[in-house]
């Protein structure tokens, strides 16, 4: 049974940092690309990013360059984003996502419960 449990939420301030964490069970961890999506209050699902089962090909939302970054450890079977100059738009319901394949663009397959990410002062 696929289960991925997300960590490392929090309030943290404007122009702070993140790093949020997946662990993934019940499956071959790096035969699977990942995803990280989010949820802002009162609006719908934003993708953010995702990484191939290698770890080697990352793509972004465009928004979030430069601020972001996807990052997996197959040993660990553990996906990260590390967030930084956090903004208060950033403040959402982070899900990590088990995509169907090793590729960053397959479908989208099983979630984890979600991880709170506030940003305020």
């Known amino acids: 049974q696929v289960r991925l449990v997300e960590s490392g939420g929090g309030l943290v301030q404007p122009g702070g940092s993140l790093r949020l964490s997946c662990a993934g069970s019940g499956f071959t961890f790096n035969n699977f690309a990942m995803t990280w999506v989010r949820q802002p209050p009162g609006k719908g699902l934003e993708w953010v990013s995702a990484?191939?089962?290698?770890?080697?090909?990352?793509t972004y939302a465009d928004s979030l360059k430069g601020r972001f970054t996807i990052s997996r450890d197959n040993a660990k079977n553990t996906l990260y984003l590390q967030m930084n100059r956090l903004k208060p738009e950033d403040t959402a319901v982070y899900y990590c996502?088990?995509?169907?394949?090793?590729?960053?663009?397959?479908?989208?397959?099983?979630w984890g419960q979600g991880t709170q990410v506030t940003v305020s002062s």
């Open positions: 990484i191939n089962s290698g770890g080697d090909s990352t």
């Open positions: 996502v088990k995509l169907q394949g090793p590729v960053r663009d397959a479908d989208f397959d099983s």
